[in-house]
């Protein structure tokens, strides 16, 4: 593709050299630079990625884009004086929504030719696109995956770097997916995604609110900030025909619903939303409720357990039935639906008892979370969690006061510790604590192994926090670690000493 053709939409500042050059590929990390490509200099958080222009051309780039300014030497050199190959250089304003706007272009703006549904929100996200994957798969349709623990192209999985992706990947997904045959395309779409632009120039189709906890404030600092990156899904990022389907028992939702114009479904559990559950039975089987909307009751069955499903199952019916799926395919898509790795996934090795590994990282999430498993047995709650480090401080006493005022008992350990010490961690995490009815244990191997040894039966226990990971990240290491495995390995051992 012709630079010219890449830098359409993008807003310059001063363009040097031939803007006719052919651009091969894009490269916003020197390393990944080639012949042919047209390389985009960012200013990381850590790194700068001005200081890899000379890196990039020597590996074959033709053109640059970039934001901070660069000395007329060095542009000159560029051209001739000091390259084998003359270069071209595009200073803009703001190399991330140039980034974002160049992969659009030299991707064909897959978006405008694909039904992409952006899901939003603190919690919820990653079971709501699942859910809406299985429910337009029921209706014959490819669909691909955008989210937190993987990236799939109909039945084909991806290991996922991060839930959405950087603008480059994003839109080269996007591109292969309508390549494929995918016709419909689901991604979750998380604040850091919106906050650094990396879905800017996409044509959401609908998207879904599900509700804005505490949660990313080391990076968003206030709530505020933190809804006002949401918020743009809906604002700047919807296409103009476009549904919200919006959580209206959430405050944040409602604040949503009172900025937006057009296409609005709501759903939740009061009286006057657009969608709403009613009779919710939940079991160790799964749920069933009715959902009534615009004067019709449909009869829900889902294996999935749990509150918090019902909102999930309520969003996914929604922006469903906005997009006409018939409704008889959306009742077939919820029951056929399973539960999503680590989200209230339900861990059975031959025990008594209930365990449950979610991924419940957040106040809110944890409170739903022992609040749905103490409406499924009589037993005692035995909770383990902990807080990860380098992250929201100001959650840790939170989530110490919500786990040891909910649960029988609780363990508190150690998450995704990072730089900090899991002792240092913990210690803030008990500040919270309003009951003596907690120990601590920095190994989660351990504490894992020792909320099983105290479990009788028809207890649940609850292994919160890492959900579907598979390592956890200790002092600049990422080290092997599964809760699952752990959990199955210490009910086995549980079930050999009885």
């Not at 160790?284 to 009751?297: A, E, Y």
Request: hydrophobic share 40%.
């Amino acid at each position: 593709m012709k630079l010219s053709e890449i830098l359409k939409d993008i807003e310059t500042i001063h363009v040097s050299g031939d803007a006719a050059a052919e651009i091969t590929g894009i490269a916003y990390d020197s390393r990944k630079a080639g012949p042919g490509h047209l390389f985009i200099a960012i200013r990381g958080e850590k790194v700068d990625g001005h200081a890899f222009i000379d890196e990039a051309v020597k590996r074959g780039a033709v053109a640059v884009l970039y934001e901070n300014p660069l000395s007329p030497a060095f542009i000159s050199g560029g051209r001739g004086e000091t390259y084998p190959a003359p270069l071209t250089f595009i200073r803009v304003k703001d190399s991330k929504k140039a980034l974002a706007s160049a992969a659009n272009a030299f991707f064909m703006k897959p978006s405008e030719k694909l039904t992409v549904i952006g899901v939003t929100g603190t919690n919820g996200k990653t079971t709501t696109t699942y859910l809406i994957k299985s429910i337009l798969e029921s209706w014959g349709k490819k669909v691909g995956l955008i989210g937190t623990i993987q990236y799939m192209i109909g039945d084909e999985s991806f290991e996922a770097d991060h839930t959405t992706p950087e603008s480059l990947e994003f839109q080269e997904l996007l591109f292969k997916m309508l390549a494929s045959g995918c016709t419909y395309v689901i991604s979750e779409v998380s604040s850091h995604a919106l906050a650094q632009k990396r879905v800017e120039g996409t044509a959401f189709k609908a998207g879904v609110f599900t509700n804005l906890t505490r949660d990313h404030l080391d990076f968003h600092k206030t709530m505020e900030d933190y809804f006002a990156a949401k918020e743009r899904l809906f604002t700047e990022l919807l296409d103009s025909r476009a549904t919200s389907v919006i959580n209206y028992d959430d405050v944040w939702g409602r604040k949503l619903i009172d900025i937006l114009r057009g296409n609005i479904y709501t759903f939740g559990l009061e009286t006057g939303t657009d969608i709403m559950a009613t009779e919710i039975h939940t079991s160790f089987d799964g749920l069933r409720f009715k959902i009534r909307m615009r004067g019709r009751t449909y009869d829900i069955v889902s294996p999935l357990m749990g509150l918090p499903n019902v909102y999930n199952i309520l969003s996914a019916a929604g922006v469903s039935a906005s997009l006409g799926v018939p409704w008889l395919v959306i009742l077939d898509g919820i029951k056929r639906a399973g539960p999503v790795k680590g989200r209230f996934e339900k861990v059975n090795a031959g025990q008594e008892f209930l365990a449950v590994v979610d991924y419940a990282h957040t106040e809110d999430a944890l409170e739903r979370l022992i609040y749905s498993a103490r409406g499924l047995s009589g037993g005692k709650i035995i909770t383990v969690f902990g807080c990860g480090g380098d992250r929201d401080r100001g959650k840790r006493p939170r989530m110490g006061s919500i786990a040891t005022r909910l649960s029988d008992f609780v363990i508190i350990t150690s998450d995704n510790p990072r730089s900090e010490k899991p002792e240092e961690i913990i210690k803030e995490i008990e500040t919270g604590a309003v009951r003596k009815n907690y120990l601590t244990e920095p190994d989660r191997k351990e504490a894992i192994k020792r909320a099983v040894f105290l479990a009788g039966d028809n207890d649940i226990v609850l292994i919160a926090g890492k959900g579907h990971e598979t390592h956890q990240e200790m002092e600049g290491k990422r080290i092997a670690f599964s809760d699952r495995l752990i959990l199955e390995e210490a009910i086995r051992q549980y079930i050999s000493n009885k």
